[in-house]
């Protein structure tokens, strides 16, 4: 069969790795793709948000599966069009997707299924918003209710910063993703996140994961799409997964099915936990970036059926459910992210990276490419902010995170810049 990857990221590329080992596999296409995507299969310039030619790339080479992996395009209803044109998608339809796109339509969801999350109100008006406020206690947590690149979220510590924040926020500080806020009570924790494959009714939970989200060591310094992940993550044990399958994504799954929404593709839960248990932070519509990576490494059998199941459903429960052994045979993996120097401000372009494929070859690594190019010339050069993923699996989790250093110090980037401390939480136990 021939599947199309949408996305041109390191989670995209992960995927793509995965895949294309599946011996049900012929050819893996991906849209906008990248050079790294180009050494899988063919890639298309269709951009991964613009919905309309998507949809016309999907008529003329009708793959037999289609896997989105960034929210923007599900967020404008990509799946509904090519579901609705017989195609299967991994991927939820727009409405169900709106669990990322609007945070106060999740948190109205939570609220209606009776999920556990932070107490909250939606605001489109300054003085309400303040008002609220007031009845909170510091930390303040402020979030623009729409799509906004990961930066939406503003956490500070007086009422006056709070108040002022609301008033920005709802002026535009995020264009149209902050006419409306979401303004919750502060969670204190630790933080996991956890992915659920779904074909809307029947479910399987993937090994928990913890990112890494500050630019510097030690979690300082300023919030990035994330530097480095791992899995299993063990501040989530047995007990704390079945409470986040009960409590969490058996109601939110149930509840969207039942309201005529059923969620195909993967649940993002990113979690808080609470000395009161797993408290839902956010949802996301998609696999993590960089989470995905390492995921894909940790799995050692074929995805390509549970990604198929997801989106066609109606599998019967134990048909489904025997997909589980398959993806719980996990190793422990990790991933190093290598970011250009200057993000998440500015950085530079174009600059030279050497040592890659060396680094590749060390044992159970894979690097995959989140924002490469190559020159005019033929080297390795940098596109993006994060970069490269340098990415290992292991027997053990500390192998795992030796493997990926190891793989890190043989790459020659004098512009890059990484965390050295991937998976503290996890060693420090
Ligand atoms: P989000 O984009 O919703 O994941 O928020 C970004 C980050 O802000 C999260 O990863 C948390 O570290 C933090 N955060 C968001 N909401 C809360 C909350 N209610 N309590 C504590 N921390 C939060
Ligand atoms: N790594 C965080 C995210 O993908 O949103």
């Known amino acids: 069969m021939n599947i199309l990857i949408i996305g041109s990221g390191g989670r995209e590329h992960a995927l793509a790795w995965k895949i294309a080992q599946s011996p049900l596999v012929d050819t893996v296409w991906s849209t906008p793709g990248s050079a790294a995507l180009d050494q899988i299969g063919p890639c ?34 990509l799946g509904d069009r090519l579901r609705a044109r017989g195609f299967d998608v991994f991927g939820p339809n727009k409405e169900p997707a709106q669990l990322e796109a609007s945070k106060g339509f999740a948190k109205d969801m939570m609220a209606q299924f009776g999920v556990p999350t932070a107490a909250y109100g939606r605001f489109t008006e300054a003085e309400a918003a303040k008002a609220f406020l007031t009845t909170l206690e510091a930390p303040y947590v402020l979030k623009a209710d729409g799509l906004a690149a990961g930066k939406g979220v503003v956490i500070v510590d007086t009422l006056d910063q709070a108040q002022a924040e609301a008033d920005a926020m709802l002026s535009g500080k995020f264009g149209d993703a902050s006419t409306e806020l979401v303004i919750e009570e502060f969670m204190p924790g630790e933080e996991a996140s956890v992915f659920v494959l779904t074909d809307g009714v029947n479910r399987l939970t993937l090994p928990a994961c913890q990112d890494h989200k500050r630019l510097k060591d030690g979690d300082e310094g300023p919030n990035t799409g994330g530097m480095g992940a791992y899995c299993p993550a063990p501040v989530m ?6 409470q986040v399958d009960e409590n969490i994504a058996a109601p939110m799954l149930e509840g969207l099915a039942d309201a005529g929404h059923p969620y195909k593709g993967v649940l993002y839960i990113g979690l808080m936990i609470t000395s009161e248990g797993p408290k839902v932070v956010e949802f996301n519509v998609r696999f993590g970036d960089p989470e995905c990576q390492i995921l894909m490494a940790a799995l050692q059998d074929d995805i390509v059926p549970a990604l198929l199941a997801c989106a066609t459903g109606g599998m019967p429960a134990r048909d489904f459910e025997s997909l589980m052994p398959a993806l719980s045979a996990a190793k422990p993996a990790a991933t190093i992210v290598l970011a250009t120097s200057g993000y998440p401000g500015s950085y530079e372009k174009g600059s030279v990276i050497k040592g890659v494929k060396e680094a590749g070859q060390g044992e159970g690594v894979t690097i995959f490419h989140a924002g490469t190019g190559v020159s005019d010339d033929g080297e390795l050069v940098a596109t993006g902010g994060r970069v490269l993923n340098v990415t290992a699996e292991g027997d053990t989790l500390e192998q795992a995170i030796e493997r990926a250093y190891a793989a890190v110090d043989t790459i020659d980037w004098p512009k890059g810049v990484h965390r050295r401390d991937i998976g503290w939480r996890a060693l420090k136990r």
């Open 44 to 77: 298309f310039d269709v951009a991964a948000d613009d919905v309309e030619n998507l949809e016309k790339l999907v008529l003329q080479i009708e793959p037999d599966l289609v896997v989105v992996g960034p929210e923007a395009p599900l967020a404008e209803g």
């Open 237 to 242: 044990t047995p007990e704390l997964m079945a």
